[in-house]
């Protein structure tokens, strides 16, 4: 339904606002009164322009009127690209289920793209019981309309109780304008997800006010209840083949002359630093004082087959690039092996490296945070430990 609201009694039927609507979603109907097709996404660029103060859009944060009781179940965006699932969406079912099982409710999966059905598989072989697929041309690339509308319509019909999106680029695009168009909550970056006993309520856990305190943010009144989650957060699940499932068939609620954005041409970026997937990081931190001290860090990666991360302050001196950074506005990491040269471990520092397997710290002071949660410590200047490691690396891996 479309958000403008048009008073008919009013309306003259001058047709400026049909100059100005940006997404073409206003026409004159046989009675010459304005209306609004699905495409009007409430912009509001219209109101202004009417003379006669006809046209009118929701209060904002206005309460819409629907009974929490009437939403049921947890539902998961499965992000994919060329056919290709997102390691992220899987770490998203691995979440849903676990709340889903909590819940004793279903966990559903959507997928939304073109020629799918390999994926829709496999998320049922993720823990998924059902998958909704919407397979059409207009969603095999990525944009926010055609997808967003397509997920809102199918909220509408189903009503999940919670839905879980993973916080990458695309992600964070889409809840966000699917939270919208639903009139609901979303908490973006959550930490953590639990149901909370008694309200059942979805507990979303995110670090808050520059990381020094965790938020755990309730959204009682409105659903669904979202939430994004930054990949490697959690865990992969494992992939059991053998689970079976529903699946059922969607339809897109934009044909494609409706869609405002035109995909000319894609060029995929080469970026040659994933420290993401990394499963041997060794990152430099001011401690390492300017971009030559990131050459004992590189030698160390090396040896070890790994990649270079960095802290915020290193990339901040322009040191190295923001492609290495970790942490709360960098990558979240998780790999088997985090080595932390020079870095303190502040709180934004360890919201994207605590979950790694084995950390190791070398600092020269004894105090530093990042102690507190490593599993080896090394209290020493890096510029002598940390080429005595290398050293001795080569040694042991004849390099
Ligand atoms: C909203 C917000 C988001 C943020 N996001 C991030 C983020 O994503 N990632 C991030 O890293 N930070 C982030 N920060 C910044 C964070 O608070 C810290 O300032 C930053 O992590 C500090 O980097 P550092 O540990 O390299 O530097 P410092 O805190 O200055 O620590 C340098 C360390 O090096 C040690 N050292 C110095 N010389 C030597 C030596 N020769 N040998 C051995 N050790 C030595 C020192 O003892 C010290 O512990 C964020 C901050 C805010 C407010």
């Known amino acids: 339904m479309a958000l403008l ?3 008919r009694e009013t309306c003259t039927g001058c047709g400026l606002c049909l100059q100005v609507c940006p997404f073409g979603a206003l026409t004159l109907d046989n009675e010459n009164i304005i209306v609004a097709s699905e495409a009007c996404n409430g912009c509001g ?15 904002p944060g206005k309460k819409p009127e629907i009974n929490t009781k009437d939403y049921s179940g947890v539902w998961v965006w499965v992000e994919q690209c060329d056919g290709k699932a997102a390691s992220i969406s899987w770490e998203m079912i691995g979440q849903g289920r676990r ?26 072989a993720y823990g998924a019981d059902r998958v909704m697929v919407v397979d059409d041309p207009t969603l095999k690339i990525y944009r926010t309309d055609p997808y967003a509308r397509c997920l809102v319509e199918l909220v509408k019909q189903y009503r999940p109780e919670i839905f879980l999106l993973g916080a990458s680029t695309r992600g964070r695009d889409l809840a966000g304008a699917v939270a919208t168009y639903l009139y609901t909550g979303l908490t973006a970056d959550c930490t953590g997800l639990e149901i909370e006993e008694g309200s059942n309520l979805l507990l979303q856990i995110r670090p808050a006010f520059g990381g020094n305190i965790m938020a755990t943010i309730k959204c009682p009144d409105y659903r669904p209840q979202m939430a994004t989650v930054r990949h490697h957060v959690f865990e992969m699940p494992q992939s059991d083949k053998s689970r079976q499932g529903q699946v059922i068939q969607g339809k897109p609620v934009m044909p494609e002359e409706e869609i405002a954005t035109k995909v000319l041409d894609l060029i995929v970026e080469k970026n040659e630093v994933n420290i993401a997937d990394a499963k041997i990081i060794v990152s430099g931190g001011r401690g390492v004082k300017g971009p030559e001290g990131f050459g004992i860090i590189h030698e160390l990666a090396d040896v070890l087959g790994g990649a270079v991360g960095a802290s915020r302050a290193a990339v901040d001196s322009g040191w190295i690039s923001y492609a290495h950074q970790v942490g709360q506005t960098g990558r979240t990491v998780r790999p088997d092996l985090y080595i932390a040269c020079g870095i303190s471990g502040a709180i934004q520092h360890q919201a994207g490296m605590r979950t790694s397997k084995i950390i ?38 004849n390099k």
Do not use: H
């Not at 202004?48 to 209060?59: F, K, Q, R, V």
């Not at 105090?367 to 005595?388: N, R, S, W």
């Open 45 to 59: 660029a219209c109101v202004p322009e009417c003379p006669s103060g006809s046209l009118s859009l929701p209060e």
């Open 5 to 7: 609201k048009v008073d």
């Open 99 to 124: 709340l889903a099982d909590t819940r004793g409710a279903d966990l559903t999966a959507c997928v939304l793209g073109y020629q799918t059905e390999a994926i829709a598989q496999e998320a049922m």
């Open 360 to 397: 190791v710290a070398i600092n020269k002071d004894p105090e530093a945070p990042i102690f507190q949660i490593a599993d080896y410590g090394i209290v020493g200047d890096l510029f002598a430990v940390v080429p005595a490691l290398t050293k001795a690396l080569k040694k042991r891996l």
